[in-house]
């Protein structure tokens, strides 16, 4: 069985990157699962507050997660151009202690998606990603982008996607990392 976290990079209740993270929860290839994990409990990142009372249970849950899972699969929205807060807040977490980084993060197939009410999709905020990723020394796949673009048009009310083009994208998409993690955990280059 090939399992894969994901989570989402937005708090909101009707989030389209919690919906389009969803999707592809249901769109898994035979053999394979998708655990989906939440951020929203992660506190704000203080190093005083870790020093005093260490990695909140959250945290270390997701952490143990990812080092578990044959790969990661981040919804990111895009604020401002770039990561949102909430999602760089939930990676500083993730990234301490330093000494952990290797343990979750070494070699460790991840895929970006994100969805956006606007015409570009989240291009900037994975785009944004990448140097983070590298840092942590992550394995990024190239293999697929998905970008989706005037997410309201996209999903209906109930946060299911209404558009074919999408779930084909999608599809395709989780079928293609899929298969990504696979090979890495088969030992293949």
């Given at each position: 069985m090939t399992v894969l976290v994901g989570f989402s990079g937005s708090l909101r209740k009707d989030s389209f990157n919690t919906a389009l993270l969803r999707a592809a929860g249901a769109m898994m290839p035979v053999g394979s699962r998708l655990e989906m994990m939440s951020i929203a409990a992660f506190p704000l990142y203080n190093g005083d507050d870790e020093a005093a009372h260490g990695i909140p249970a959250g945290v270390a849950a997701l952490?143990?997660?990812?080092?578990?899972?044959d790969g990661l699969?981040?919804?990111?929205?895009?604020?401002?151009?770039?990561i949102p807060g909430v999602t760089k807040n939930a990676l500083d977490w993730l990234t301490r202690p330093p000494a952990?980084?290797?343990?979750?993060?070494?070699?460790?197939?991840?895929?970006?998606?994100g969805a956006s009410p606007g015409g570009f999709g989240t291009i900037l905020s994975q785009n944004a990603?990448?140097?983070v990723l590298r840092t942590l020394g992550a394995e990024l796949w190239a293999g697929g982008r998905l970008?989706?673009?005037?997410?309201?048009?996209?999903?209906?009310?109930?946060?299911?996607?209404?558009?074919?083009?999408?779930?084909?994208?999608?599809?395709?998409f989780v079928e293609g990392f899929v298969a990504f993690a696979q090979d890495r955990s088969a030992g293949n280059p």
């Open positions: 952490k143990d997660a990812i080092a578990a899972a699969l981040i919804a990111t929205p895009e604020y401002n151009n770039s952990d980084i290797p343990r979750v993060f070494a070699g460790k197939p991840v895929a970006l998606m990603w990448l140097p970008l989706v673009s005037r997410a309201g048009s996209v999903f209906d009310a109930d946060g299911a996607i209404a558009d074919a083009r999408t779930h084909d994208s999608l599809r395709k």
